[in-house]
């Protein structure tokens, strides 16, 4: 069929290469009489953008009204798959030509030009790798397999709680599995416990449907076994307690405890921390577009919320409606970038969730310090000092991106000064900070 479509392509760009001729025939004087006769055709400009998309439409058009009262041959239906392999050669090699003039590299340098921050970034808090928000999930997922060599129960346990998302689901399969372990416990005597019916009903519903509970029966001690049923000559599945792990009950009772406390692993968000020097545009973000990105949904819902703005102009409101307005608007950012205004001019930024606390701030801004201890205030940028901790960023409107200024208490500083004690001139942030301290573009 290859071969087929390729003929056809020849044959065509043979007939469009104009008349033939013989090579015993002398085309010389044919030549010079064609032109004496004629003029040479004045060289055509290209056509334009817009002749394209508007022949492109005619033929559409021309198309679609010839379909209505033509059926589609064989040869139609050849011809129509030559020419779209035509127009893909062509495309790939404006694409490929294009790619040559500009370079792979230079791209990625222009996407990430005089942007505030390269991107949302995540670390993962088994292997400490740095990832992308696509590439979190099937991290951890390897991170946690790998685990296994070295301690399957903890993986096991780890696998239970990340790769199930029903939480209720986990909640109530955990539970159930505590109470197996609490009954062995308990009864260490009793061989009714020791044993698990694979078929139970209570198993099926709330054991087997979650990922990593094989796994941790088997980690914990638990071998598959066939039994035979009591006055039946059929046999079932179990999973039946091995003696050495009967031997140790007080393994069973903290794999009982880690079970109920293990928390799912989740990929931490990087803070990304750098220094800038001091800089008239440290007011000035460039944003990726990762903090704007927004799912179907969210987009439908922010389209409902531009018609119901362009309503609410038409009336009069309140402050209050408008404060609750403004914090609405403010639930669509995911994250957000905070830089601080130091006492020497330099510039400490750091990425959050646009829903942490102010808490999270004060401790990043502390842990970046040399005198950690020593007590601080954070302006907004309107000046007022941010007192309550417990209030989310979106409710303080430093979203998606704000500066703020870091002063020391001025208790603190005039006991400081009472004391005869001058404060350190150099800068207050930690070495390790400053060695990479960049510019702002």
């Known amino acids: 069929m290859k071969k087929f479509f390729q003929g056809i392509k020849t044959d065509m760009k043979f007939k469009s290469a104009g008349p033939g001729h013989k090579l015993t025939e002398d085309t010389r004087d044919k030549v010079s009489s064609e032109k004496l006769t004629s003029e040479a055709p004045k060289p055509r400009s290209a056509p334009t953008d817009g002749a394209h998309a508007a022949a492109a439409a005619a ?8 379909a209505k009262f033509k059926p589609h041959t064989s040869h139609d239906v050849i011809k129509a798959q030559v020419k779209k392999e035509l127009e893909a050669e062509a495309a790939t090699q404006e694409s490929e030509t294009s790619m040559d003039h500009k370079g792979p590299v230079n791209a990625a340098k222009e996407q990430h ?9 995540f670390k993962c808090p088994l292997t400490g790798a740095t990832l992308t928000k696509q590439q979190r999930e099937a991290h951890i997922r390897e991170a946690i397999l790998h685990l296994f060599s070295e301690d399957p129960v903890t993986a096991s346990i780890m696998q239970i709680q990340t790769f199930n998302r029903d939480r209720e689901k986990v909640k ?10 609490e009954n062995i416990c308990n009864h260490p005597d009793e061989v009714k416990y020791q044993k698990i019916k694979l078929s139970n009903r209570i198993f099926q519903e709330r054991i087997s449907c979650l990922e990593g509970a094989t796994e941790f029966f088997q980690a914990i001690g638990f071998e598959r076994k066939s039994l035979p ?7 079932e599945e179990f999973y039946v307690l091995k003696e ?12 009982k405890e880690r079970l109920l406390s293990t928390e799912p692993v989740k990929a931490k968000l990087d803070r990304q921390p750098c220094v800038f020097r001091p800089s008239p545009r440290a007011s000035q973000f460039e944003l990726p577009d990762d903090f704007y990105n927004l799912t179907i949904d969210e987009i439908k819902r ?16 309140t402050k209050a409606m408008r404060e609750r307005e403004q914090q609405k608007e403010m639930q669509k950012y995911n994250y957000t970038l905070l830089r601080v205004r130091l006492p020497d001019g330099h510039i400490l930024q750091g990425t959050f969730y646009a829903r942490e606390r102010v808490s999270a701030l004060f401790e990043f ?8 201890w020593l007590p601080f205030d954070m302006l907004a940028p309107s000046g007022h000092i941010l007192g309550d901790e417990t209030v989310a960023f979106t409710e303080c409107g430093l979203v998606p991106a704000a500066l703020l200024t870091f002063r020391w208490d001025p208790a603190v500083m005039a006991d400081i000064e009472a004391a005869g004690t001058q404060a350190s001139a150099g800068s207050i942030l930690k070495p390790d900070l400053l060695a990479n301290i960049q510019t702002i573009l």
């Open 59 to 66: 033929m559409a058009r021309m198309e679609q009204s010839q």
């Open 113 to 121: 030009a005089n942007l505030s921050v390269n991107g949302i970034y």
């Open 172 to 181: 109530i399969g955990t539970e159930t599995m505590v109470k197996y372990l």
């Open 229 to 235: 049923l009591p006055e039946q000559e059929t046999t």
């Open 244 to 255: 050495e792990a009967l031997a140790n009950l007080d393994q069973l009772e903290q794999h």
């Open 302 to 317: 922010e389209q409902k919320q531009r018609t119901e703005a362009v309503e609410r102009n038409a009336m009069l409101r």
């Open 365 to 372: 801004v502390r842990d970046s310090l040399q005198n950690d």
